[in-house]
């Protein structure tokens, strides 16, 4: 059991903790925390600021139904805990994109394999599996990335990755994952808006490059 060494930037756990994160990103962050004593310290902490934040400004700002809807929404269980229990690998927020049910893994050639669990114009989110010591196929993303290792660990450019670890990367960083000895690595990546190809041809050709 590894400790886990790459975080959640702390304005990404403002934003996870103020709703204003995009659900595919949402869904990492919470998978994170639920596997990180670290992050979800921070992550309290900026719950119980945005409360006392809701308390002040809402006397002046909110109506008195609106607040107490939104101070329960912040103290409703569903928003701290997912509705779903970890299965396995698999944390409680993955469970509930999954439904409850086992991935169902498509295969990707070279023995990756892949299930979407989201895809839409807020972004996408995707378990991949990839056997050990195998390459992540390029995927040239543009905007941001965020990828939690579930099982196994994988290494690149900027360091390795074991479980529960989170990478963060953004199109500056040009990496190539390749995945560790031992276990088959499996992990839950998101990408923020459908790839944002500004030419036609690119575009035309988005759906045959996407992982
Ligand atoms: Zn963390």
Redesign the pocket.
């Known amino acids: 059991m590894s400790a886990?060494s790459?975080?959640?930037p702390d304005e990404m756990l403002a934003a996870y903790a103020a709703g204003s994160l995009p659900q595919p990103f949402s869904l990492v962050v919470a998978s994170?925390?639920s596997?990180?004593?670290?992050?979800?310290v921070?992550l309290e902490a900026h719950w119980s600021a945005g409360g006392a934040v809701l308390e002040t400004v809402g006397k002046a700002a909110l109506s008195d139904s609106l607040k107490s809807d939104t101070l329960a929404r912040l103290d409703a269980p569903v928003s701290h805990d997912p509705v779903y229990r970890r299965s396995g690998i698999f944390p409680g927020p993955v469970m509930e994109a999954l439904k409850g049910s086992p991935p169902r893994w498509k295969t990707l050639g070279a023995g990756v394999r892949q299930d979407i669990l989201m895809d839409d114009e807020r972004g996408s989110v995707r378990l991949l599996y990839i056997p050990s010591g195998q390459a992540v196929p390029d995927h040239g993303h543009n905007g941001l990335e965020l990828t939690l290792v579930l099982q196994g660990s994988f290494t690149d450019e900027t360091g390795r990755f074991g479980v529960?670890d989170?990478e963060v990367a953004d199109e500056s960083l040009d990496h190539t994952p390749v995945a560790g000895q031992g276990e088959a690595c499996i992990c839950l990546a998101a990408t923020d808006a459908p790839l944002r190809f500004r030419s036609f041809i690119p575009r035309l050709l988005q759906p045959f490059f996407r992982i």
């Not at 596997?35 to 979800?40: D, Q």
Request: hydrophobic share 45%.
């Open positions: 886990i790459h975080h959640a994170h925390v596997l990180c004593a670290h992050c979800r921070a529960g989170l």
